[in-house]
């Protein structure tokens, strides 16, 4: 049966089964009927997000766990648009986050707030989950390490208490040295944490007051004379 032809509007649930297995078929191509089938949008959301519609053509479907999976697994941002309950299921909230870490924003306060589950995405997907961790998990050091050592810049999302922590801060620096930009006041001149950015990238030192000590840095380990001529020069 050439499917090209059919009118699918018409067709048997079958038809319409054997006709998303066989080509591209979008969900305004069905009867209402079809489009509110479990079984025919579950095999449509498998080819294409056109089925994501079903959110808004059936009350009834809106509230099936199993199609909610199907759909953030498909496109994560759909996290948005789901039940509250839905947006407090671990197992809708993690697959939402695998491709589409931002969609955590979204989530409960309850996940938000779930160490278990704030450690998981960052594992898993993204580090940039601490920036939707709840202020307690933001504030809490084991989440902090954990994400700074992936990405140190994450550090600007990080409580004051714990920017003020020479352990975190050094975990962050040693990731990325402008994360020395968001360490706090009593430690930009630490030097133990000086020394690690500069061994990370010379120029992130900038936020530092203590240039002499980063210039005899400089020096000695990297041997930079040109670039400790140029700063000599022109300044930071």
Known sequence: MDYEEIDLRNSSREEVLDAIKQRIVF??????????????????????????????????????KELALAAVSK?????????????NNKEIVLAATRKYVDVLEFASKEIRGSKHIILQVISNSSPYALKYASDELRNTKEVVLEAVAKDGRLLKYVSDDLRASKEVALSAVKNDAWALKYVSDRLANDKHILFEALKKEYNSISFTNDKEFVIGLMDYILGMKDEIATIRREGW
């Open 27 to 64: 969900i305004d191509q069905l009867s209402y009927e079809h489009r509110c089938d479990k079984e025919i949008v579950m095999a449509g959301l498998q080819k294409n997000s056109s089925f994501l519609s079903f959110l808004y053509e059936s009350e009834e479907l809106k509230w099936d």
């Open 75 to 87: 496109r994560g941002y759909i996290l948005e648009f789901l039940s509250d309950s839905f947006k």
